[in-house]
């Protein structure tokens, strides 16, 4: 089946290390996304990429890092520089950035900080 | 400033009541709507959406929304409430440019009741 895969569903991390959140579309989608949902703050953008071997910081990037080598994979880093990283993480992708395209999400990864 | 508010936090309905999810918008060109689901510890799914032509959008799972450019809102609706809608529902509104500038709201919870 065609979608957006994470992984892993749950992470937990000791304060001052990095950890990376995979992301994996086979939706042939162009646009990528990384999104941050804490409760009663709704989703805000951390990272978004329009094309290989390109990406964009959106409106929460510092202490998160990205990379868009293939066009099927957005994995997103955070760091041991992200202040308050436990949260609930989501991919989502779209053909393309236009807003007439659907956005399509990933099933998320939660992320612990210990 | 652009925003979208859901002035309802949450809502608790009882199954087969009618269901109305508010969503009110301010944005400074023509706007286009969404509304998307989320179940607990999922990822999120497009109900519906408004680009342009007829202001009542039909959507999956039986959900309706209507766009009233006067009042600046974009309300969800369904008349017969399943058990299984119970889930948390945002509305999220952009322009004719990028997905990424896209703006949510911070969601309203929806519990049914048997």
């Known amino acids: 089946d065609g979608g957006i895969t994470q992984s892993p569903k749950y992470l937990f991390r000791k304060e001052g290390q990095n950890v990376t959140l995979s992301c994996e579309q086979n939706l042939n989608h162009d646009a990528m996304y990384w999104y941050r949902q804490d409760p009663g703050q709704g989703l805000r953008l951390i990272y978004y990429s329009q094309i290989v071997n390109d990406f964009q910081k959106g409106d929460i990037a510092e202490g998160y890092s990205v990379s868009r080598e293939k066009k099927e994979s957005f994995p997103l880093t955070v760091t041991s520089a992200q202040k308050n990283p436990t949260a609930f993480y989501l991919c989502?992708?779209?053909?393309?950035?236009?807003?007439?395209?659907?956005?399509?999400f990933g099933e998320g990864s939660w992320l612990t900080v210990v | 400033a652009q925003s979208v508010t859901q002035p309802d936090i949450h809502i608790t309905v009882s199954e087969g009541a009618s269901l109305e999810l508010r969503c009110n918008y301010s944005?400074?060109?023509?706007?286009?709507l969404f509304w998307y689901v989320q179940s607990p510890g999922q990822g999120l799914q497009l109900l519906l959406k408004?680009?342009?032509?007829d202001t009542l959008v039909q959507g999956i799972k039986g959900f309706e929304a209507e766009f009233k450019r006067s009042q600046s809102s974009f309300n969800l609706r369904k008349p017969s409430v399943h058990w299984s809608d119970a889930a948390e529902y945002f509305c999220?509104?952009?322009?004719?440019?990028?997905?990424?500038?896209?703006?949510w709201g911070l969601g309203t919870s929806l519990a049914v009741n048997p």
């Open positions: 944005y400074g060109a023509t706007p286009y």
């Open positions: 999220a509104v952009g322009g004719a440019g990028n997905n990424r500038k896209l703006i």
């Open positions: 408004y680009f342009s032509g």
């Open positions: 989502a992708s779209s053909i393309g950035d236009s807003s007439g395209n659907t956005i399509y």
